[in-house]
C-alpha cells in the first residue's frame, strides 16, 4: 500500500468520525495555543523589564541600602537608611573612585501633585543633574534640574511623561505650577516618554525635584549619623570595564564613611546594571518556564485525549481491521493507517492551536498589566517547541494504540463484537 | 490446487479446549466448486478460515500450489490472502461508511501498483450487476446488494479462489437465489469456489459435497 493510498484512508476514516476527530483536535488545540499564549506572556514579562533595565546603561553602578547578614533581593527592601548624600558626594570624587563619571542621589517618596483642579498620587524623586544622563532620560520641553537648583533649593519640578498629560493634558506645563505637601513648585521641564516599568512602578509617572530642596522642603529624613538619607545612588563610570573595579573602590568609600569594621558586614551592596540584569532575567526566565509547563501539562492532557480516542477507535474499528486484513492490508498498512491519522491530527490540531495562540496573544497585548500597556512575544522558538511537543505526544499517544490494531489476527478481528 | 493434510484445530479456552478440528485432509482442484455442509458447530467456518488462510491449523499441512503455508510469514499470508483469495461472508462485512465502489476497491489498494483502480472496481460491480449503485453506502443497500457487493470485492482482484460461508444464511430466498447464480457463472467462467451451506438444494447444485461432523470429513472426502 502506498503513503498516499494510507493518507487518503487516514483521511476518510476521520472524516468520517468528523465529531471525534474533531474533540481529538481539540485536545492538541487547546494545549499548543496554551503554550504558546501562555510562554508569551512570560517573554513579554521578560522583554518588558530587560529593555527598561537596558535603558540605565552599562555604565550605572546602583547603590542601595541593604540589611547586613540577609541575603538576595529580600535583603533589600524595606531596609533602614543607610546611605546619605554625603556618600554621594565622596563618591564622586575621581581619587578615589576610579573611572567615576558622574553620582546621582536618589531620595523617593509618595505625596499627592496638585495642579489646578488635579490632582494625583505620584512618586516625588529628589536628585541631581546627573540623574538624566545616567537614567537614560531626555527632554520633551524645558530643561533638567541645574546644579544652581541644587544649591539654591529652587522650588522647581520636572515632569514625566505620564505626569504631565496627566496633570495639564496635551498643554505645556513648563512655567506651570504644581502643588506638592502645600508647597508650590514651578515646572521647568517635561522628560520625554520611555515606556516600560520598573518593579511595576511606571519610568513616566514621576515628578523630579533638587535634592536639597527634596530634603528641606518636602521629605524630611536622616540615616543614624544624622545626615540625609536618600534611597540610592546611581554612579556612572566612563566605561564598561571599569564598572569591577569601581564598585571595590565604592565599597571601601562606603565602609569607612559608616565606620565598618573589618568584622563587619556592608549595610549597603552595589550592584552593576549588568547583575541586576542577569538576576531579573533568571526571574523572568523561571516564570516562562513554568507558565511553559503549565501549559505543556495541558498539552500532556490533550496527548492523553488522543490516545484515549486512538484506543477507542481501534476497538470500535476492530471488525474494519478485520476486513482489511482478510483483504489482504499487512501489519504496516494497518500500523501506518493509525499512525497517519495521528499524524494528521496532531499536525492539524498544531496548525490551529499556533493561530489560537498567536491571537491569544495578542488578546493578551491589549489587556494592561497593572496599569502598564504590555507587549506579549511571540517567537519561532515557542511555536517550533510547541509544534514539536505537540507532534512527539501525538505520535507517542498514536504508536501503542496503532501497533494493537496491527498485531490484531484478521479472524479474532472479524469475529469481535 | 490446494492440499490439506490431516488439519486439527484445537481451540483453547482457559482450561478447556475445543477439538473443532480433528485431522482433515482434503484437495481443491482449479475450476472445482465445493461445498461444505454439516451439523452447526462441526467445524465448517473453521475449516473455510484455515482454507482461506485467515487462521492458522494447530497441527497439520497446507500446500498452497506446492508451497507449505506455515512456512510463510504473515506479510506474505497476508499476500497471498490479497491476490489469490476471495472472501464472502454470512454478515457482508461491507465497511459501514464507505461506497460500494470504495468497498470493491479495498483490496486493490493493498496490491501495490495497481492503476486503474477505480475502473476494475467498477468492473467487478457491474459483474454483480451492480453498474449503477457504485456510490451507494451499504445501509442504502438491501442485504442481497450488500452481499453482491461483497461478492464484487471478493472478484477484485481476479483470485484464483473464492471463498464463501454461508453467503446466503442471511438473505430471503429470492435474493439468496440472486447470488447463487452469480456463484454458478463464476464457477462457469473458470474460478475455484469453496463454499459453506445450509441449504440443501444449494449443496445439490455444486460439483461435489463434503460433509463435516464433530471436525472429520465423513463424506466426499479428498
Ligand atoms: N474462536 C473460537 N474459540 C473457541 N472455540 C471456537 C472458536 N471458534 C469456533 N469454536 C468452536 O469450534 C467448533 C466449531 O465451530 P465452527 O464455527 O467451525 O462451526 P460451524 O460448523 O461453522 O457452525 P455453524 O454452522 O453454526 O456456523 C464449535 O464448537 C465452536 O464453539
Ligand atoms: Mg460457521
Request: charged share 20%; proline share 3%; glycine share 10%.
Amino acid at each position: 500500500m502506498g503513503f498516499k493510498d494510507s493518507l487518503t484512508t487516514a483521511l476518510k476514516s476521520l472524516a468520517a468520525n468528523k465529531l471525534r476527530s474533531a474533540l481529538t483536535m481539540l485536545g492538541i488545540i487547546i494545549g499548543v495555543a496554551a503554550v504558546i499564549g501562555l510562554m508569551s506572556i512570560g517573554r513579554g514579562v521578560e522583554a518588558s523589564i530587560t529593555s527598561t533595565l537596558e535603558g540605565l546603561g552599562s555604565n550605572a553602578i546602583y547603590v542601595i541600602p541593604q540589611t547586613p547578614g540577609a541575603t538576595g533581593f529580600g535583603g533589600l527592601t524595606g531596609s533602614m537608611p543607610t546611605l546619605s548624600v554625603d556618600d554621594a558626594e565622596a563618591l564622586a570624587d575621581p581619587s578615589r573612585v576610579r573611572a567615576v563619571a558622574s553620582v546621582a542621589p536618589v531620595g523617593s517618596n509618595y505625596a499627592d501633585v496638585i495642579a489646578g483642579s488635579e490632582s494625583i498620587t505620584t512618586s516625588i524623586t529628589g536628585t541631581t543633574p546627573a540623574y538624566m544622563g545616567a537614567m537614560g532620560y531626555s527632554l520633551v520641553s524645558g530643561q533638567f534640574i541645574s546644579e544652581r537648583n541644587v544649591t539654591h533649593r529652587d522650588m522647581v519640578a520636572v515632569l514625566g511623561d505620564k505626569t504631565a498629560r496627566d496633570l495639564f493634558g496635551e498643554a505645556d506645563p513648563v512655567g506651570q505650577k504644581v502643588k506638592i505637601k502645600g508647597r508650590r513648585f514651578t515646572v521647568v521641564g517635561v522628560l520625554a516618554a520611555k515606556g516600560g516599568a520598573m518593579m511595576g512602578i511606571s519610568q513616566d509617572e514621576m515628578v523630579l525635584v533638587p535634592i536639597t530642596t527634596y530634603h528641606s522642603r518636602l521629605f524630611t529624613q536622616r540615616t543614624a549619623s544624622g545626615e540625609d538619607a536618600v534611597q540610592s545612588i546611581i554612579v556612572e563610570v566612563t566605561s564598561a570595564e571599569s564598572v569591577n573595579g569601581a564598585i571595590l573602590d565604592i565599597e571601601d568609600v562606603l565602609r569607612q564613611r559608616h565606620r565598618l569594621g573589618s568584622g563587619d558586614e556592608d549595610d549597603f551592596a552595589a550592584i552593576s546594571q549588568e547583575q541586576i540584569l542577569s538576576t531579573v532575567q533568571q526571574i523572568t526566565g523561571v516564570l516562562t518556564l513554568l507558565l511553559g509547563a503549565i501549559a505543556g501539562i495541558s498539552l500532556l492532557v490533550g496527548g492523553i485525549g488522543i490516545m484515549n480516542i486512538m484506543l477507542v477507535s481501534v476497538t470500535e474499528r476492530t471488525r474494519e481491521i478485520g476486513i482489511r486484513k482478510a483483504v489482504g492490508a499487512k501489519r504496516r498498512d494497518i500500523l501506518r493507517q493509525f499512525l497517519l491519522e495521528a499524524a494528521v491530527i496532531s499536525l492539524v490540531g498544531s496548525a490551529v492551536g499556533i493561530a489560537a495562540g498567536v491571537i491569544m496573544a495578542r488578546l493578551f497585548s491589549r489587556l494592561s498589566f497593572a496599569g502598564e500597556a504590555f507587549t506579549t512575544v511571540v517567537s519561532a522558538d515557542i511555536i517550533i517547541l510547541a509544534i514539536s511537543v505537540a507532534i512527539f505526544i501525538g505520535l507517542v499517544s498514536g504508536i501503542y494504540p496503532a501497533l494493537r490494531a496491527a498485531r490484531l489476527n484478521p479472524i479474532d478481528a472479524l469475529h469481535y463484537g | 490446487m490446494i492440499e490439506l493434510e490431516n488439519i486439527t484445530k484445537v481451540y483453547r479456552m482457559g482450561k478447556v479446549a475445543v477439538n473443532a478440528l480433528r485431522g482433515v485432509s482434503l484437495a481443491i482442484g482449479e475450476g472445482e466448486m465445493l461445498a461444505i455442509i454439516g451439523a452447526s458447530g462441526s467445524g465448517k467456518s473453521t475449516l473455510l478460515n484455515i482454507i482461506g488462510l485467515l487462521d492458522r491449523p494447530t497441527v497439520g499441512r497446507y500446500l498452497f500450489n506446492g508451497t507449505d503455508t506455515s512456512e510463510l510469514n504473515d506479510n506474505q499470508l497476508a499476500e497471498l490472502r490479497n491476490k489469490k483469495y476471495g472472501f464472502v461472508f454470512q454478515d457482508f462485512n461491507l465497511l459501514p461508511r464507505a461506497t460500494a465502489l470504495s468497498n470493491v476497491e479495498l483490496p486493490l489498494i493493498y496490491s501495490g501498483g495497481v492503476s486503474r483502480k477505480k475502473e476494475l472496481a467498477q468492473e467487478a460491480l457491474a459483474q454483480v450487476g451492480l453498474a449503477g449503485r457504485a456510490h451507494h453506502r451499504p445501509n442504502e443497500m438491501s442485504g442481497g446488494e450488500q452481499q453482491r457487493v461483497a461478492i464484487a470485492r471478493a472478484l477484485v482482484n481476479d483470485p484464483w479462489l473464492i471463498l464463501a460461508d454461508e453467503p446466503t444464511g442471511n438473505l430471503d430466498t429470492k435474493s439468496g437465489a440472486d447470488i447463487m447464480a452469480i456463484f454458478h457463472k463464476l464457477h462457469q467462467s473458470g474460478k475455484t469456489i469453496v463454499l459453506i451451506t445450509h441449504e440443501p438444494d444449494i449443496a445439490a447444485r455444486a460439483q461435489r459435497t463434503i460433509r463435516l461432523q464433530d471436525g472429520r470429513i465423513i463424506a466426499g472426502g479428498v
